[in-house]
Nanobody, 115 residues
Framework: QVELVESGGGLVQPGGALKLSCVVS????????MAWYRQTPGNQRELVAV???????NYGDFVKGRFTISRDTAKKTLYLQMDTLKPEDTAVYYC?????????WGQGTQVTVSS
């Protein structure tokens, strides 16, 4: 069983930054497909960023160069650096790992962008 524990969310003013962390249990940190999603009430989860084959990064169109996904295998942690945050980035953010043919999700961390 893989456990994912997110942290780093909070309240930030527009234009500010946050760095989300997702600690991954066991060997799943070596996954070739790790991602961050977000969800707002009444809407489906949408892809924010994905890290494929340890080096290929893709982002949702709305990111426009503001976010960076990365991984530290020694710390068993997946990160999402978010800069120049906007009110429309307010959501619950989830990390997702694909490992041994199964998909695992974290519990989510709330990000609120407001003045």
């Amino acid at each position: 069983q893989v456990e994912l524990v997110e942290s780093g969310g909070g309240l930030v003013q527009p234009g500010g930054a946050l760095k989300l962390s997702c600690v991954v249990s066991g060997s799943a940190i070596d996954s070739n497909n790790m991602a961050w999603y977000r969800q707002t009430p009444g809407n489906q989860r949408e892809l924010v960023a994905v890290l494929v084959n340890r080096r290929n990064r893709n982002y949702g169109d709305f990111v426009k160069g503001r976010f960076t996904i990365s991984r530290d295998t020694a710390k068993k942690t997946l990160y999402l650096q978010m800069d120049t945050l906007k009110p429309e980035d307010t959501a619950v953010y989830y990390c997702r790992v694909f490992w041994n043919w199964k998909t695992y999700w974290g519990q989510g961390t709330q990000v609120t962008v407001s003045s």
